[in-house]
């Protein structure tokens, strides 16, 4: 598939896990801005994807069904896009052990909070995850609805960012191991905002993985982090893809940097 006029995002998160639309009103929200193909690309979950697809067709948008793997490698977090997924049993038996230790990690995070004097129940959580899949932004809006902490932002910086307070690791599986389960559902593994990492010597050398493609396009990457992410793609000669990893509306949706004039991209 080539799309070759910037209509399509390839990043998205809906309420099956940490979003603020569920899957069908993100659809319906992306078809008016003339996004042709969007992908569903929820953390650790493909619970979303029928729904957004079954909207699509009606409206005329092309969903992929996606995923985004956390990995950890050399001691850093490594998010990984899964593409075009179609095989997807035991991608789904690792999702499921997935988000009951996720479930797991929230209630201990709950206690933590708890022997610093903020007390918080699942419940609480759960009205914000919806039934989808435990996301510490979940937590973070149940500790600012408690009035605890002002805003959500405080939250991850003095209680839940790595090495705060009521931090746990969750559940982690290697960059090898997420790629294998891509592909063995038929799918394409792509690299995920690698200027997260800060380092891109480590992404190249992570490159030398058997990914699929990098993420060239991002809301976070600037026109420079935009060259130098297609370079490397040409130079490993795989593919690049982009997408406004959007959440909720601070982000906007097919907005990723990407102009037609200058960029083409294949997927």
Not at 8 to 21: N, P, R
Not at 213 to 219: A, D, F, Q
Request: aromatic share 8%; charged share 30%.
């Amino acid at each position: 598939m080539i799309i070759d006029n910037g209509k399509f995002d390839l990043h998205m998160h809906t309420t099956a896990s940490d979003g603020e639309y569920s899957p069908a009103d993100l659809v319906r929200k992306a078809a008016p801005l003339d996004l042709r193909v969007i992908a569903i690309t929820d953390h650790d979950t493909l619970d979303g994807v029928a729904e957004a697809q079954r909207i699509g067709r009606e409206v005329g948008v092309e969903v992929i069904a996606g995923v985004e793997l956390s990995t950890k490698h050399e001691g850093k977090t490594i998010d990984i896009l899964g593409y075009k997924l179609n095989k997807v049993e035991e991608l789904n038996q690792l999702l499921t052990r997935m988000r009951r230790a996720r479930e797991s990690r929230a209630q201990v995070i709950i206690e933590k909070f708890a022997e610093i004097g903020m007390p918080i129940m699942m419940d609480d959580i759960m009205e914000f995850s919806q039934g989808g899949v435990i996301a510490r932004p979940h937590i973070a809006k149940a500790v600012v609805k408690k009035g605890y902490v002002a805003d959500y932002q405080q939250v991850f910086d003095e209680y839940l960012a790595d090495g705060k307070p009521c931090a746990i690791d969750k559940t982690i599986i290697t960059p090898e191991e997420a790629i294998e389960l891509i592909h063995d559902a038929g799918g394409k593994a792509v690299l995920a905002h690698p200027v997260y990492l800060k380092d891109d010597e480590f992404v190249e050398t992570l490159l030398r993985f058997p990914f699929d493609g990098i993420e060239v396009w991002h809301r976070s990457h600037n026109p420079e982090d935009v060259s130098r992410y297609k370079a490397l793609a040409r130079k490993y000669q795989i593919l690049m893809t982009g997408g406004s990893d959007f959440h909720n509306d601070d982000h906007q949706l097919g907005s990723f940097g990407y102009t037609v004039e200058t960029d083409k991209k294949k997927m």
